[in-house]
């Protein structure tokens, strides 16, 4: 996999994650349309970052966290994929 010209979705997520930066889903979507020109929807992504079994083959583990929104108490999720050693 190269991670300056991905040739699929899961690629290019994990092109965008792996450099050790959190981001949301609207921040990883937004980066993608930067980095490749291309739009791939926040579902898609998540469910590309939900795909733990392809990630490690890749060489990835996901890891989150989550911060409370105080105006609407609700969570908002920040992901990156991290190297497995």
């Known amino acids: ?3 300056n010209n991905p040739k ?8 965008v994650c792996s450099d050790g930066k959190y981001r ?7 980066e993608i349309k930067k980095r490749f020109n291309q739009f791939d929807t926040t ?13 490690f083959k890749y060489g990835y583990v996901k890891d989150k966290y989550h911060k ?3 105006k609407t108490k609700k969570a908002c999720y920040y992901y990156t994929l ?4």
Request: net charge positive; aromatic share 0%; glycine share 0%.
């Open 1 to 3: 996999m190269k991670l």
């Open 8 to 15: 699929s979705q899961q690629e290019r997520v994990i092109a």
């Open 24 to 30: 949301t889903l609207d921040d990883i979507q937004r």
């Open 43 to 55: 579902p898609a992504i998540s469910a590309r970052l939900r795909e733990t079994k392809r990630l």
């Open 68 to 70: 409370i929104n105080e």
């Open 82 to 85: 991290k190297r497995i050693n």
